[in-house]
């Protein structure tokens, strides 16, 4: 590319969106690397569309020209799904508002660049949740996360992002608006782009804006720390809490011992979850979701807090658990969840960190674990395993301290965590999606059928291969 | 197609399945029509391959010569969405197994060909249910209630076919198998082909297994029949018995006065609601998934049964329902269900009969069901309205008796219907899928660029067109 074929895109650029909002050089640094840090790319420039009608205009002249354009909301992606070296890229942030919250029909219709927080403070204001959740809310935008259909905390409970959403508006890689944003429960009008869109990670459109759905706020949440003797008696103390509670276990959270004291080392002014280290810590959250569950009884307590509280009293004295604690205020709460919520920052305190986003059908969780611990240690003794999981849905972060940062031996576990992860009948890839990072494993795991179909279809609908070019799809 | 070319296709099929396979003439008289007997064609021929391997045989072969392929399970469909004039039809049902149901991980392996009641029962000996369910479960199968995202009755609480499905095998129109059977709620490796395969009504791919997701089973039922003075004043029932509940509402069924009426003509030796005909009848039922919820108190009253009483109760006491009658036996439970599940047979007591399946916003049903009400009328004014609903998930199945046959007068009615729903921010298609029946519908009211979009698709995956051809999509 000479300076003048720059200087034109440029000025073209400049002219779709107006000189402001096409940023170059020092003003496009903060969308020029990844949150982890581990990426680092220099656009041709970032460009930050007012509406839909805006990045169509960007889309239809990158399409006509043959430039690459990479999507980019919150920028909070782990599996470099935004790099950019030479692209335009889209940035949604102008795009924020949440056009709509209709109660009665428990919707919220909101722009791509939505920051996840906003949303859930805007279905707050009508006693509604929107369930999706994770450590980056503060500045993750909706758009990001229904191109990674990203996961979180509740997905035992309310499923992931998909799951969440009823239309989308997108921008197809010919520039073209498609209009999905249906409100419906039910409508069977041909084939599901919607869900087509979602998860794609912006390599077959943008996507604009999005009808979701909201929930029922709980009325009341009893939370707890559990510590269990084994993951697998974890396991039968997630299905004891569902079947007492009727399903209404909103989050099921594991963090060993080596996570704790990492958490503890970090944070010196934290306080343990029990007075004695245990190896499996469980935060267990409950909603209640009717009046009869949240209404404090003669006793005072709420009933779903004194439900928990007699469930797991029960448990202890049979000895199928080692220790309980239950938030008795929304600050204990609060407590309980930042230790959780603090794992992408924990296991960055070390450097090298081998980290995996994997998933098991939920009765092969321990197994995976004592095998890829076991294995790793194999490859080097010295690696410290620290893993989290969201255990409610399988999916485990197993973050590996190695003892080396030879490349070799830090691809040889890798590859071994992704191959024990699906001898198992699991998953590389559970809930941070693809992007470059996991294009390797999609290479030597995907149904080779289920990855000539996606290149049909990525070549179908962009053809000219200028949407988000690279990620996903490994070569042919 | 002359007559030796015809034996040389048949004598292909013979030599792929064994001769006792392939049916034709008479033999394959059962697959020549569909369900309301309003289509009639003369296929090829009926394959009945043994698995998904003999599958991919034929479809190979088909793909080769060029031959049309319409896959076929149990032939329950409405919109003329197994029509196989000339076609090769490949049914699924020998491969109707359920191969294994894991109560642990909550799930179930099942072949396209197994009944839906077997699946029913197979998860029901585990205490576990497959939520999906509708009048013809007797004899529907999984691969159409797949292929075409069935509904049902169930929504409200477990949401469509595609909602319980965790993975699928099928086999791609170039003869290829494509592995999907994930087990995991979390499994963010590219594109969702599953849910593009589930709802493409067998144009892109037949599918041959499923992995499906079970629910606990409610450990008892309360289940009533309400009367209600409008349809608004219905919904606000159904919100406030589902903050009541916190949300356990299984389903919400909407009844008019002129259903009941036909009902109770066709089934002399049936039973009203209520001692008086009201003109809004609501079937509701509530699943107790909690010990808590299931066990008789020391008053003998099971806990959901005594709620929901006294939840029906105060709203009689305010005159916010006009009657309501509680079962107090499952044999009152069944009654209830009874006339719900009848209303297919119902609805065709009479010809000629328009019948739509439509979806609108929950807040637009009232109106919608006025709308079409009057305008039908303007148009025929003697037309008799008979209108049931999924009401909990906004669908409504309006069918109405014309005094006439004239098909442009029947045509100007569907139209009418069809328009209404659009206009009120609902689709045509709700819960029956597209078929032929639809594709005018389609081409008048789908978004261009998404009909554009799965024309493409569609090229895509099959470049032959012999996948259930002429089917969902209408010409460009």
């Not at 969308?31 to 970032?46: F, K, N, Q």
């Not at 935060?283 to 509280?309: I, K, M, Q």
Request: hydrophobic letters at 40%; a negative charge.
């Amino acid at each position: 590319m000479t300076a003048t074929d720059t200087d034109t895109q440029l000025n073209d650029l400049r002219g779709i969106l107006g000189p402001e909002y096409v940023k170059t050089g020092a003003d496009a640094a903060p969308w020029s690397h990844d949150w982890p840090g581990h990426a680092h790319w220099t656009p041709l420039a970032v460009v930050r569309p007012a509406n839909t009608r805006e990045v169509a205009k960007v889309v239809q002249w990158a399409n006509r020209t043959g430039t690459a354009i990479v999507p980019v909301s919150g920028n909070t992606g782990l599996v470099e799904g935004s790099t950019a070296e030479g692209a335009v890229m889209v940035s949604l942030d102008r795009m924020s508002a949440i056009r709509e919250v209709r109660p009665e029909a428990r919707v919220a219709i909101v722009e791509a660049g939505a920051i996840l927080s906003n949303i859930h403070a805007a279905a707050d204001a009508h006693d509604l949740i929107f369930p999706l959740t994770f450590g980056a809310r503060g500045s993750a935008m909706i758009g990001g996360a229904l191109s990674t259909n990203a996961g979180g905390s509740n997905v035992v409970r309310y499923g992931n992002t998909r799951h969440l959403c009823l239309g989308v508006e997108a921008v197809l890689p010919t520039g073209e608006i498609i209009d999905l944003m249906s409100e419906l429960h039910k409508d069977n009008s041909g084939y599901d782009l919607r869900d087509l869109l979602i998860g794609a990670e912006g390599t077959l459109g943008i996507i604009t804006a999005a009808v979701l759905k909201l929930h029922p706020k709980p009325m009341a949440y009893a939370t707890a720390m559990v510590a269990a003797p084994s993951l697998n008696d974890a396991l039968t103390l997630l299905n004891t809490l569902q079947r007492e509670t009727g399903g209404a276990v909103e989050a099921f959270e594991f963090m060993p011992r080596i996570f704790m004291e990492a958490y503890l080392e970090r944070y010196p002014e934290a306080r343990a979850p029990f007075d004695q280290m245990h190896e499996v810590n469980i935060l267990v959250e409950v909603g209640a979701l009717s009046p009869r569950d949240a209404t404090p009884g003669d006793d005072g307590r709420v009933p779903v807090t004194g439900h928990l509280e007699d469930v797991l009293g029960r448990l202890f004295e049979e000895g199928a658990i080692l220790d309980a604690a239950v938030a008795q205020s929304d600050t204990q709460r609060q407590e309980m969840w930042a230790r959780r919520e603090t794992s992408a920052e924990v296991a960055r305190l070390r450097q090298p960190l081998i980290d995996n986003d994997i998933a098991v059908p939920l009765d092969q969780i321990q197994t995976l674990l004592e095998q890829i611990v076991r294995k790793s240690q194999a490859i080097d003794p010295d690696l410290i395993p620290m893993c989290v999981a969201h255990l409610g849905d399988g999916n485990l972060h197993f973050a590996g301290w190695p003892s080396t940062d030879d490349p070799d031996t830090l691809k040889q576990i890798k590859e071994m965590v992704d191959d024990t992860a699906i001898a198992l009948g699991g998953s590389f890839s559970a809930e941070h999606g693809v992007g470059l990072t996991k294009k390797p494993a999609m290479a030597r795991h995907k149904n080779p059928v289920a990855l000539q179909a996606m290149r049909a279809i990525k070549q179908a609908l962009d053809p000219k291969g200028i949407m988000n070019p690279g990620k996903v799809l490994p070569e042919g």
